[in-house]
């Protein structure tokens, strides 16, 4: 059950404009995390651009950008997270068999190069907190700085809703995904 939900006739005036602000912007809808963020509408409407910015308004594909959220929201087994991009990324044709792998935890052999390295720097940024300068020369060469800035920005903004919608267990239980078993979170509710 989520701790925070969105009671439309308590909100403030403040509350109200942020989520009309994202509801008119590509999205449609109010984006999960939000429902947290706006007990700050300031921090909700910021925050909320920023995630537009970067779903929308970069340099990258937006299969490679949906691919880098899942990574991404399975290293912090974020099951709304998950669940919402999942969907994304199968519409922009991110093979089920490399979505099955991350879920699992495992490496999938990717076919193009620049999914290869962006899975790479999502992994080494997540787990070692560091990219090397060969895998960082790299990521240049394939996607310019400007592209390594998006990208680390999105691994980032994620790391930042995986949190959000884990600690205040956003779009639960109806976005459990099986896929993503992990004891420890899958317990966090009974506790």
């Not at 947290?36 to 509408?41: D, E, G, R």
């Not at 099951?79 to 068999?97: C, F, M, N, P």
């Not at 899975?119 to 592209?147: C, M, N, P, T, W």
């Not at 995904?177 to 899958?186: G, I, K, N, S, T």
């Amino acid at each position: 059950m989520p701790r925070i939900n969105l009671e439309e006739q308590t909100m403030t005036d403040e509350q109200r404009a942020a989520c009309a602000e994202v509801i008119s912007g590509p999205r449609g809808k109010i984006p999960s995390p939000m429902i947290a963020w706006l007990q700050n509408p300031e921090l909700a409407r910021r925050g909320q651009q920023l995630g537009e910015v970067l779903r929308f308004q970069t340099s990258l594909e937006p299969d490679l950008v949906e691919l880098v959220i899942l990574i991404t929201a399975r290293h912090w087994t974020a099951h709304q997270v998950w669940t919402s991009h999942k969907r994304y990324a199968l519409q922009y044709g991110i093979d089920e068999w490399i979505i099955d792998t991350i879920a699992a935890g495992m490496t999938p052999v990717f076919t193009k190069p620049s999914d290869q390295i962006a899975h790479d720097v999502s992994k080494a940024l997540l787990e070692q907190r560091r990219i090397s300068d060969a895998l960082y020369a790299r990521a240049r060469a394939e996607f310019g700085e400007r592209g390594v800035v998006e990208l680390v920005a999105i691994i980032g903004y994620y790391c930042l809703v995986g949190m959000t919608a884990n600690a205040f267990e956003l779009g639960l239980p109806n976005n459990m995904a099986v896929e993503l078993r992990d004891p420890q979170f899958m317990g966090a509710t009974d506790q």
